[in-house]
């Protein structure tokens, strides 16, 4: 009975209240829950864009490295030859990656050069298809270099963003001068432009020319290991250890988690503080309308306590009302989001990594939703409890 005269109350006190007021709440609602949502949503995009940046151009879904205190793994095409035998492994792809500096025109960089099988890094990696100019390595290749094209650089320096070689163009010469002093011109075959800052600032040469350079012999500094099924690396790491495998083996993330815990730390207190400051908005909206709202209705207060009704009854009803308005703010607030996100998914967010497009969590919602209800319901409760205290006759007489 008493949550009906409370159901009632809000209702009339909705219907004869100011429709502008009320519009103006729910979208203030709508806005801060519009904010709730984004942001995270961005931060899930730019994970979902390194996580796949990493596994297609820089680390495939498993990493093999040396065993401590060695520098390179040695026998690497027997150890290939037993991880392509399990079961759910697609590729690998062993490279050798050295320091080194390039040459072009009178302009100088140091930078990285790494060496791979190019048929093995096509079943591994998606860099081959990130060919924007000339093509890509082949396996006899010798004196045929790969750039990045933020290495490679424009003719307009004003143009690059990192320091680079100037604007070199395929069919052009460059000096690589390895780490160990050995000097090569190599011509340039093609530029791949993958998004990744990383991949793209690097040189890419066959295998056989890294070793040509420093004296090596079926040796490599890392394997790339691609899996048929995504999102089995942790799985499929221990699976690799118990077939032999005495290599460190790392995820992905693992060797990526350096730099993305970085910036997703950043992001994330970025959002702590936005969500922070987007809930005491809501409360401080909230609690100011329904303060005044229960300071102007004092004597209709007053008369209702006078003809037995329970104060907690007379509570009740604008937390109802609190409650509706919330209600109606996350109904707006869900479909503003999803018009903001079908918008950008069509035209999304430029990155340094590249183009990053909103992804929905469920957890997101529903800890927004719940988030914006319990702090309306608390700034509904507080004005109403607080102007339901004053007695009876104080309050008739206004």
């Not at 307009?156 to 460059?174: A, F, H, P, R």
Request: proline share 3%.
């Amino acid at each position: 009975m008493s949550l009906s005269v409370s159901l009632f109350l809000a209702a009339r006190a909705v219907q004869r209240g100011n429709r502008w007021t009320f519009l103006l709440t729910v979208a203030i609602i709508a806005l801060v829950f519009v904010n709730l949502v984004f942001l995270p949503s961005i931060i899930l995009g730019v994970i979902e864009i390194f996580d796949r940046q990493s596994v297609d151009y820089t680390y495939g879904d498993l990493v093999i490295e040396p065993r401590e205190n060695n520098l390179y793994i040695d026998d690497v095409t027997c150890l290939t030859h037993r991880v392509d035998r399990v079961p759910g492994v697609a590729g690998t792809s062993p490279r050798i990656q050295v320091g080194a500096t390039i040459a072009y025109r009178g302009t100088s960089l140091a930078t990285s050069v790494v060496g791979f099988k190019p048929s093995d890094e096509q079943e591994v990696t998606q860099i081959a298809s990130r060919v924007v100019d000339g093509e890509f390595l082949s396996d006899g290749d010798r004196g045929q270099v790969l750039l990045g094209t933020l290495l490679a650089g424009n003719e307009d320096e004003t143009k690059d963003k990192i320091d680079s070689l100037g604007g070199v163009q395929v069919g052009d010469t460059v000096t690589v001068t390895f780490g160990n002093g050995v000097t090569r011109d190599l011509r340039v075959k093609g530029i791949i432009e993958t998004q990744a800052v990383g991949v793209d600032a690097q040189a890419y040469v066959t295998m056989q020319e890294i070793e040509e350079v420093y004296g090596l012999s079926d040796q490599a500094s890392q394997v790339l290991v691609r899996l048929v099924e995504p999102g089995t690396e942790a799985e499929m790491k221990v699976t690799l250890l118990s077939y032999g495998v005495q290599e460190e083996v790392k995820t992905f993330r693992e060797k990526a988690q350096g730099f993305v815990k970085d910036a997703i730390g950043s992001f994330d207190i970025i959002n702590a503080i936005s969500t922070l400051v987007s809930l005491i908005i809501a409360i401080v909206v909230i609690f100011i309308i329904i303060f005044i709202n229960t300071v102007n209705k004092r004597k209709q207060i007053g008369i209702l306590k006078a003809i037995g009704i329970e104060r907690q009854v007379i509570i009740n009803s604008y937390v109802a009302q609190v409650a509706f308005i919330a209600l109606l703010g996350t109904a707006a607030g869900l479909a503003l989001t999803a018009a903001l996100f079908l918008y950008l998914t069509a035209n999304p967010l430029v990155f340094p990594g590249g183009e990053v497009r909103p992804v929905v969590g469920a957890g997101v919602i529903a800890r927004s939703i719940l988030g914006l209800f319990a702090v309306s319901l608390v700034a509904g409760y507080v004005p109403a409890w607080l102007t339901t205290r004053e007695e009876i006759l104080d309050a008739i007489r206004g």
